[in-house]
């Protein structure tokens, strides 16, 4: 080997050297903040007041910004390495994404609006229509680019929130706009426990048109069920939930604040911050290099299974929280 290989060598190896460390620094997951301290901070920054919808609103702006611009920026729509290596990060910033959407879309249509008949806010239609955009488009407009329009209106509708002359920007703190985002979050985590869950195999009965004899689907399917989620998508449906998680944390934290009196109406706060609790769970520290699959009660762990034990309970105290929020 002459010299001139052994330089090209020392280079590559070095480049190699530099794209792994800068992709472990990028592959960290930002912490977790305090929506309400924030909400604070940005009133008194923009002199504005924390009024109803306010911390909410907040909370959805920082939630974004956050996953736009923590270490290494938006990584989902990369072309060049270590961004295009990686998957954990871009699965985090899909779930992220994904309960941002629902919230953008329930502020869209109801939380914004006294009544199916009243107009939908200017600012938060094409909020929802930026956050919709496809999450790995890079060619313009990029994701990026349309996620950071969305920002900038939502940080117009906050403003409006917080001005007495400005009446058409309106948040609704009522049981029913609660109730029917909700029910929209349950069916998220109720997906994301399914995929987490299937990571060792299960079989079920085909129960999708029990309780209704007349109920006809379009395709006929077995009576059992089994499903098993690939190895190679174990890690990023892990992420994903855990970015979710990340997410709806944030968003049930500005709830609490907002329908604070909602919730004491209908003595719902226990049960709101029973689902707070369960989510905290959900960030505790990976220790493991690798997202473990272990097998029942075998010698290794399965991360999976810890994942979807928490977003199920958080799901199942979230449903009786609907239907405390239902109640007279």
Avoid: C
């Avoid at 309106?170 to 929209?184: E, G, M, P, T, V």
């Amino acid at each position: 080997m002459n010299l001139s290989t052994k330089s090209i060598s020392a280079v590559i190896v070095a480049i190699m050297l530099i794209i792994g460390a800068v992709g472990f620094w990028w592959g960290f997951e930002p912490d977790t903040f305090d929506v309400n301290d924030k909400a604070r901070a940005v009133a008194q920054q923009n002199n504005e007041r924390v009024v109803t919808g306010y911390t909410t609103a907040t909370a959805l702006i920082s939630v974004v910004d956050t996953m736009l611009n923590k270490s290494g920026g938006y990584l989902s729509n990369d072309v060049m390495p270590p961004g295009v290596l990686m998957d954990n990060i871009p699965s985090w910033e899909f779930g992220v994404l994904e309960m941002s959407r629902d919230l953008a879309l329930a502020m869209r249509q109801d939380l914004s609006r006294s009544q199916s008949q009243s107009l939908e806010n200017p600012q938060l239609i094409k909020v929802q229509t930026s956050l919709s955009i496809d999450s790995q488009r890079w060619m313009l407009p990029s994701s990026e680019g349309e996620y950071e329009k969305a920002l900038k209106e939502l940080r117009i509708y906050r403003s409006e929130l917080s001005r007495l002359s400005e009446t058409n920007s309106q948040f609704y703190a009522r049981a029913d706009n609660l109730r029917d985002y909700l029910k929209q979050v349950e069916k998220r985590l109720g997906s994301l426990s399914q995929r987490l869950s299937a990571s060792v195999g299960t079989e079920s009965f085909n129960t999708e048109l029990a309780g209704d004899a007349a109920a006809r689907q379009s395709t006929p399917q077995s009576q059992r069920i089994i499903t098993k989620t690939s190895w190679f998508q174990l890690d990023n449906n892990f992420y994903q939930a855990r970015g979710a998680s990340w997410a709806l944390l944030h968003f049930l934290k500005a709830i609490e604040v907002d329908f604070e009196d909602v919730l004491r109406k209908k003595n719902a706060t226990v049960s709101l911050q029973q689902i707070i609790r369960e989510l905290e769970g959900t960030q505790d520290p990976v220790y493991s290099p690798v997202i473990l699959n272990g097998d029942g009660f075998g010698f290794l762990a399965n991360h999976s299974l810890v994942m979807a034990n928490y977003v199920s309970r958080a799901n199942a105290a979230l449903i009786e929280l609907t239907e405390l929020l239902n109640q007279g």
